[in-house]
């Protein structure tokens, strides 16, 4: 075993407890320095793990395949492991803790035999902030550490603030065979514990990200009163120079990245409009000092998909992924050892190798050269708009709270809520057509509460009254107002409506002139919608016309009503725990439909 980097009691006992368990043939401390670093890259490439890319295009950067039945999260196969079925929630699976451990403790028993462990101690958020926390994540993958390294803060810093202190996630990650009859990733809240085993999947393995920093931790800012969320943070900066802060909860593969580093549209640009990106991801917030909303990003990178990111898309998620990145499961162009994705430009590689690991001739075969949850992990520091805020340990004030989906009919491109209570409500009945990024059958709606649905570490009813409660903490003048968007909205010819992108700011623009009590708005049953007027379509052209933006913000009450249906349908799971604030919401719902 190398020199341990703590004395920490409890991190030590818990360690020798499962060094025991996986029998590894020896064990090495992740410090942070980047010489340990450069080692163990060094190592993947050896074994094959990584491949390196060209480093005159690509200084830096490594592609690694996973397996080909290991390419998504696996929520059919993820657990909370709480006491009782009830804390869990009819949305989750559940599974009674001591079942958990000893299924798990016998699929992990040495499965490290041949293999090194790795012991990473890491930080969600900025080392030393209040509002961030630390995890031990023990795992027998390198490829993990080093995309841990690009995602969370690690090292020896950790450890030195967290001294001995207790509250800490333990977290066991075991490759074992990958096989997928035995894949289990289980969240255990009350014991801040995380265990992961055959699967090496980033959103399966990366345990800092949606295990720890929305299952484990929506649960403990529950207990502690916090929240964590889904959300993207980002900054719009207006030509006074003020820069106002929105948080943005999609689900996944919906345009968070993309919407989180957009690109104003030119007369914005012009005007001396700027956007700033805080997270693309999760977001944790807690009251301030103030009796704002202030909000960190925990991550220190973006685990993005690739399939779709172009210069024009997401110019600056493309920047942020031309140095110092993994990419997973993209092709690789054998011509000039460069990395590719459907969607990066109109001329795929004919001389290349497709995320199967297959040789692939991009012109001519109709297999996809890239998965459809292919990724890139960036260093966040990589991003030209990355916010002057990003290591603020007070995070930064929220302006507003934005729910979104992806609906082709039904929601309008914009509408707020009428008070905190009925925001969450809107949050509440979110709902999504699925995408690629969780294994299941893409292109159905479905029910995404908050775009929690898979990452709520706890019963989702006592969840939204968690939600109500802390609307309830904060100052009516304080508290963020609440929106929903939707830039996925088509016309019968099955056409999107909005040109979505960087254009999304027009919306974002209404949003913070709401907050600010500069725009006016309609009430219309689900809510205030902008008048037309209000939504600045300059320089769209021909893209969105006058009549085009009418359909855009039109509510049709008989698809509402259907809608209403699913959604009482979805909130009678909840029985009695379900707020009867949320429930005072439908009924106020369904009469103003009537
Ligand atoms: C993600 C996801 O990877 O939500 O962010 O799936
Ligand atoms: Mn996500």
Redesign the pocket.
Known sequence: MSQALTSSPSILAWLKEKIKLVQPDSVVWIDGSEEQLAQLRAQSVASGELLPLNAGKYPDCYLHRTAVNDVA?VEHRTFICTPTKDEAGPTNNWMAPDEAYSLLHSIAAGSYKGRTAYVIPYSMGPVGSALAKAGIELTDSIYVVLNMAIMTRIGQKVLDVLGGSNDWVRGLHCRCDIDEQKRYICQFPQDNTIISVNSGY??NVLLG??CFALRIASYQGKQEGWQAE?MLILGVENPKGEVRYICAAF???CG?TNLAMLIPPEGYQKAGYKVWTVGD?IAWIRKGPDGRLWAINPENGF?G?APGTNAKSNFNALASAQKGTIFTNVALNLDDNTVWWEGLDKNPPSHAIDWRGNPWDGTTSTEKGAHPNS?FTSPAKNCPCISSEFEAPQGVPISAFVFGGRRAKLAPLVYQSRSWNHGVFVGAIMASETTA??SGTVGVVRRDPMAMLPFCGYNMADYWQHWIDIGAGLDADKAPKIFNVNWFRKNDDGNFLWPGFGDNLRVLDWILARCEGAADADEVAIGYIPKAADINIIGLGDEVGPAQLDELLSVEPALWQEELAGVTEFFGQFGDRLPKALNAELETLKSRLA
């Open positions: 999260r980033g959103g990200k949606k889904h689900p996944s593969a968070k991801d685990f998909v990724r990024a969780a």
